[in-house]
Each structure stands twice: as C-alpha cells, then as structure tokens.
C-alpha cells in the first residue's frame, strides 16, 4: 500500500514552508526532477531524495519526475517509485523517454497514425518494451527477438541469445516472402524504447530496414548509392522512420563509473551507417532530454499536473496563476542541464538548471553546460530553490 503524505511527512519531520510571494500560499514555481543519479543510483534512494519529495508534498508545490530511463509502462515505474521513495506518485506527474511516443498511435502534424502500422521495437529487458507499446496503442509490434526465431540466418551468431528470445517472442504478424512483396513484413516505424540489450542483432535488423526497398525485410532498394537522388538515394524509399526515445551516451549505474547509455548505441549505429553509406546522412528523430519537443511535452504534463493539484479536480475549481519557474534538477549536464538552459518555453514559464553531483557529474570537472547552481544532492537542490523563491520554513 502506497503511504500517505501525512505518513510520509510524520516519518520525515514536518516542514512547512511560507512565502510572502502568494497571499494564497500558491506556489508559482515547480520542479523536474531527474531520477537516475539524482533520487535513484542503481535503484537504490540516494540519501534525501525521500525527504526532499516529501517537504514538496507536504508544502503542496508540484513537481514531475522527468527522466530518460524507460523500459517499463509509466503505471508500473510510479509503484516501484512510490514504494523505493516512501512518497505517493502518479502517471500525471511522472515522464519517462518514450512516454511522448504515445502521440504517434494517433499521429501528429508530420507523421500518420501508426496505430494500425507494423512497427519495430528494441531495447529494455525481454519484450516489456513491446508490452509498453502495445499498452499506448500501437496494435501490431515486433521485437528483433520475433525475427531472429523465425529466420535464424538473419544474424549467422544468432545461438548466443536464443534461450533469452524463445522466452519471449511470438510469431510475426505476416511471413517474409521475397517472391510475393506485397504480401511480406512490412515495417512502418522502428523505435528504440530503451537501451538495447543485444547490440548486434538490433543494429543488423535495423541496419536491413533502412537500406530495404519500402520497409520490407529482406529486400535491398535499388535507389541505395544513386547519387542523382538526394542523401544519395540513402533512405529514399519508403524505408521506416527511425525513432530514439533519448541520446544519453553515459548514466549512473551502479558501478562508480557512468555506463554505455542508449545514446553509446546510437552513435555505434551511426558508425555502421556511415561505413556503408560513405557518410550519407542518417535520417532519424530522437526525442528525451535536451531537445526542446521532450521539454514542450514535460512542461505541458507539468501544467495540467499542477491545475489538478492546485486548482482541485472538483466542480468547482480555484484560479491557478500562471507558472513562473521551473527548476530542473539533474545530474547531466549533456541532458538535464543543457535541455534546461536552452529549453525556450511559449508560455514565459523559466527554466532553471540545478546541478547535482550524486550521478554522471563528476566533482571536481567542468560542466559542458554550466548550471545556475551545483549543489550536493538532491535535497540541497530543493532547499535552495525554496530559498531562491522566498520560501521559509515557518518556525
């Protein structure tokens, strides 16, 4: 069972913060937080994560959880957290990398719904990441796994993981038949949901998508290497879109070292593409931390968040003044730091990087993208935004 926030905040100590700033009490500033290496190493509580999210509940100021980890649907990750951090969270304050994927099963102003399309999905432990897509809606989904069991020769070392695949892959939707193309498997989309565990058949699966003729598995575009055609010829010909759910090259694990990222895959993918296009543009949309349309997204859960916590979800609900201030607590200036410092929001809301040094950040180092703050950890962060907005503990 979930604690209460009350519990939480007998276990922990009441602190009650005031402010001058809003005769209501009305907090016009939130927090982002990251989670890997600020509240979580290795999935353990770094000291103060718990405290600090609790004196936010307590004192009724928003925050979200704001992350490039994934692997999991939202509902399952926010139990585990909940329980890992002693504080009650929800799927309405919680974004994790692929989370703004669910936009596609509909579509969006650049791309058709997908919904209905045949997509590949790669990355995280087993096929959870498949269970995922399919709980946003997409309706037909297959891992790299289902391919390898069906067609064994795609990958000539395909005997070092089969016992891992068989445990969960499931028959492909349509056969791969060279002779009748119209009726073969066709990929519509290939996502990168998590990071991938099995480098080297994600990488020839994708690697065969990209240079097919119209998606399908198995076939080579003629249109590859013409160089009367743009990028070459190089993916110009209905191959898949190629989506990334976040670029991160290291994170904190639990090694005292950062490790190889989702990003380190990606950018061993690029090298495979450059190498077999001579260095021809690799057409791809990578969202998650620092680019701009992951920030939107969060920034938008952030404010719906907030109307429901501050304003009341009843008939009858309060004015909620307009979100002034946003601070962004991570432990990455490649990511956390670097999305917060150039993130330019349309609603006038300010974005205000915290830099802790409890994950990637080594102490000691240079930032690449330098904070307006670097603090101790996570609790320290929260302390002294409080301070920055005004906030007092009431004695």
Known sequence: ?????????????????????????????AFAFDIDGVLLRSSVPIPGAAEALAL?????????????GGGKHESARVLELSKKLGVPLT????????????????????IESLKH???LVTGGDGDKCRKV????????VVTPGDI???YPTIWPFNQIFSDYYRETTRPLPRPVDLANPSESLRFDAVFVFNDPRDWALDSQIILDLLLSKEGILGTYSEKNGDTSLPNNGWQQDGQPKLFFSNPDLFWATSYHMPRLGQGGFQASLQGVWDATTG???????????P???TYKYAERVLNEHRQQMLGGTGEVKKPVSQLKRVFMVGDNPESDIRGANEYDSHHGTDWTSVLVKTGVFRSGSVPAYKPKVIVDDVLAAVKWALKEEGWHIDS
């Open 117 to 119: 399309k045949t997509i």
């Open 91 to 110: 799927e309405d304050n919680f974004v994790q990398s692929h989370t703004p994927f669910k936009q596609l099963v509909e579509g969006s102003d650049t």
């Open 56 to 68: 936010l509940h307590d004192n009724n100021i928003p925050f979200i959880l704001l992350t490039n």
């Open 148 to 150: 390898l069991m069906e």
């Open 291 to 293: 680019f701009p349309d």
């Open 133 to 140: 897509a399919e709980m946003y809606g997409f309706e037909t």
């Open 1 to 29: 069972m979930t604690p209460s926030i009350d519990t939480c905040a007998e276990q922990l100590g009441h602190h009650h913060y005031s402010t001058a700033a809003s005769s209501e009490g009305m907090p016009s500033f």
């Open 279 to 289: 260095g021809s543009k690799l057409e791809r949309t990578v969202i998650g931390k």
